[in-house]
């Protein structure tokens, strides 16, 4: 049955839609959907605030994955529909089109279905979960590491950071998602014969077992999720199947480090859209850095978190004319982290080992273990919650 959330005109949107239930007030629907935790469907009269639509939508991307959110709106502007595709709300419909709402809930009901599919176990039989709960897993935290310049050692201090964070019983999965150039097979000298391309063929249906078959092994502890051979594969993987790679991968591992292109791509934007973490990484050259600032404007207008956001340095101590307060200047945020440059790192990379595994007291391996201990290794805080899921709590 699904939940309509409207205040004007809720009868007229569940007339349309036959089998439904009108809530009326924030209250009455937290209340509907904490009732029937197999609901799949919500979808937001037009006199509801885009702002609260928004909210709710952000908490079930990750507390409610099944439950799908579409929007109907007598004014649709292209701002607002990107903001709200960004927070989770799969379909934004006018409200004067009646088909197109009754396909929109018909799209939306089947991705739910698919969703849940993926969650399930081998008896073929699915775990409903409680309300607001996620399904079974690890729950692992995904680190993206992302530089709008090339050239900025992103591949190098992704890689050399997953070796870092596999130790112990930690389970980490590295994921090359520069998927037109991708380079992490080369740093470690990886045979491709898996990439995140045979994904494509099950972009409709891939579960943990399909998941698992993706992996290359590179040590006991990491596992290596391979960007495509050939570039213009690239091109077919489209943003849904991302995060639900990703999705599947945070059941598995402890920690998902992500290597990313140099570029806002829909594809990088679904990466990001996943992330607890940001590592962001910049030399000193003032390209370099200008880069990395309009970067942070971009993640502001994006409404990424600036509280899990990491500022690295990397070859900070490079002679290049430039003194740490003119840095400081061009970025105008603190630097979290510094690693220092070293003819050993690109002589590690054309030997297919990182530092952290052929070195593991070298300067740079020693700075990117400081890196993980400070901000990863530590109990990261929840993220806030906001919205209608939140309210009289």
């Given at each position: ?10 009868a007229?949107l569940?007339?349309l ?9 924030p ?6 959907v904490?009732?029937?935790?197999s609901e799949?469907?919500v979808?937001f ?5 885009l702002a609260?639509?928004l ?6 991307r990750t ?7 579409v929007l ?6 292209g701002?607002s529909?990107?903001?709200a595709?960004?927070a989770g ?11 197109g ?6 799209r939306?009901?089947d991705l739910?279905?698919?969703?849940i599919?993926?969650t ?8 409903v979960?409680a309300?607001g ?7 692992g935290k995904?680190i ?5 310049k090339?050239g ?8 050399n950071?997953?070796?870092t964070?596999a ?8 994921v090359?998602l520069d998927?037109a150039?991708g ?13 995140i ?5 099950l972009a ?8 698992r078959t993706?992996?290359?092994?590179y040590r006991?502890?990491?596992?290596v999720?391979?960007a495509?051979?050939k570039?213009a594969?690239?091109?077919?993987i489209g943003?849904?199947?991302i ?7 945070r059941?598995e591992?402890?920690?998902i480090v ?5 570029a806002?791509?829909g ?8 992330t607890?973490?940001y590592?962001?990484i910049a030399?000193?050259e ?6 990395l600032?309009?970067t942070l404007?971009t993640?502001d ?12 340095l990397?070859?900070?101590d490079?002679?290049?004319?430039l ?8 970025l ?5 982290a ?6 050993d790192?690109?002589?590690?990379a ?6 952290a595994?052929s ?9 990117v ?6 901000q990863?290794t530590?109990?990261e805080a929840?993220?806030?919650?906001r ?7």
């Amino acid at each position: 049955m699904t939940i309509i959330y409207e205040t004007r005109d809720g009868a007229h949107l569940a007339a349309l839609l036959g089998d439904a239930v009108v809530a009326n007030t924030p209250e009455a629907l937290v209340e509907r959907v904490n009732m029937d935790a197999s609901e799949i469907l919500v979808l937001f009269g037009p006199s509801i605030p885009l702002a609260d639509a928004l909210g709710f939508a952000e908490q079930c991307r990750t507390r409610r994955p099944a439950l799908g959110v579409v929007l109907v709106r007598d004014e649709i502007d292209g701002e607002s529909a990107s903001e709200a595709l960004r927070a989770g709300v799969r379909e934004i419909v006018a409200s004067g089109d009646h088909a197109g709402v009754l396909a929109a809930c018909a799209r939306s009901r089947d991705l739910s279905r698919k969703t849940i599919q993926s969650t399930m176990r081998p008896t073929g039989r699915a775990r409903v979960p409680a309300a607001g709960e996620l399904p079974e897993r690890r729950d692992g935290k995904i680190i993206t590491v992302f530089s709008a310049k090339g050239g900025c050692g992103k591949s190098t201090l992704a890689t050399n950071l997953a070796v870092t964070l596999a130790t112990g019983d930690q389970r980490v999965c590295l994921v090359d998602l520069d998927l037109a150039f991708g380079d992490v097979a080369i740093l470690l000298q990886l045979s491709p014969e898996r990439t995140i391309a045979d994904a494509i063929g099950l972009a409709d249906r891939i579960d943990e077992t399909g998941f698992r078959t993706l992996l290359t092994r590179y040590r006991p502890g990491l596992e290596v999720l391979l960007a495509p051979v050939k570039p213009a594969a690239s091109e077919e993987i489209g943003s849904d199947l991302i995060a639900e790679l990703l999705h599947l991968a945070r059941a598995e591992f402890d920690y998902i480090v992500v290597d990313t292109a140099s570029a806002l791509s829909g594809q990088m934007l679904a990466a990001l859209d996943a992330t607890h973490h940001y590592v962001l990484i910049a030399t000193p050259e003032l390209p370099s850095l200008k880069n990395l600032r309009v970067t942070l404007d971009t993640f502001d207008l994006l409404d990424y978190r600036r509280d899990a956001r990491t500022i690295v340095l990397n070859r900070a101590d490079s002679k290049v004319g430039l003194s740490m307060p003119d840095i400081q200047r061009a970025l105008r945020v603190p630097i979290n982290a510094y690693i220092p440059s070293s003819r050993d790192v690109p002589l590690s990379a054309n030997k297919g080992v990182p530092l952290a595994v052929s070195h593991p007291s070298h300067a740079v391996s020693a700075a990117v273990r400081e890196l993980a201990t400070k901000q990863f290794t530590a109990a990261e805080a929840p993220r806030p919650k906001r919205g209608l899921f939140a309210k009289g709590k």
